[in-house]
């Protein structure tokens, strides 16, 4: 069950990501627009996506 709520975690991350991708800006500490700081954006979204990337290889041991 805990497996499948980090699923769920990692697609909206994902959305997350694919939402900033579009809009121009993230969040970290502060909005982050593309255009002002594109070294902070990217570094953001490598961020968001590695984080939604490692919900999806949590551990599925059952306790």
Known sequence: MMSFFWRIIGVVLLAWVAWDLYAGYTLLYDVIYRTVDPLMYWIGIALWTAL???????????E
């Open 52 to 62: 939604g990337l490692s919900c999806f290889f949590s551990s599925s041991r059952q």
